[in-house]
């Protein structure tokens, strides 16, 4: 069984900066790459970031590129997800996941995912 857990979120002033954690655990070993969704109230969800399991490879959508920056703990297994320069359109809740596609950008190629945790900027 796999479990991936996020961390790190809460309210934070507009300018600030959140490290968003995610550790997972379990049966890992299939796994090609781990990525961070978030999704505002009334939107859906929307891709964030990628990292392959092996931590060399990242791609990012055009909203997030330049303030946000992901990375993977291998020893730890757990991605982390720093985001700077936090604008109110960044509330969001955050969710991490898992697939054994690829550089996936979308949810249907993610099969495990993390219950999110919740990001709120404030103006």
């Known amino acids: 069984q796999v479990q991936l857990v996020e961390s790190g979120g809460g309210l934070v002033q507009a300018g600030g900066s959140l490290r968003l954690s995610c550790a997972v655990s379990?049966?890992?070993?299939?796994?090609?790459?781990m990525g961070w969704f978030r999704q505002a109230p009334g939107k859906e969800r929307e891709f964030v970031a990628t990292?392959?399991?092996?931590?060399?490879?990242?791609y990012y959508s055009d909203s997030t590129k330049g303030r946000f920056t992901i990375s993977k703990d291998n020893a730890k297994n757990t991605v982390y997800l720093p985001i700077d320069s936090l604008k109110p359109e960044d509330t969001a809740v955050y969710y991490c996941?898992?697939?054994?596609?690829?550089?996936?950008?979308?949810?249907?190629?993610?099969?495990?995912w993390g219950q999110g945790t919740q990001v709120t900027v404030s103006s």
């Open positions: 996941a898992a697939t054994r596609v690829g550089l996936a950008q979308t949810m249907g190629a993610y099969a495990d």
């Open positions: 990292i392959a399991w092996s931590g060399f490879d990242t």
């Open positions: 379990g049966r890992t070993f299939s796994y090609y790459a």
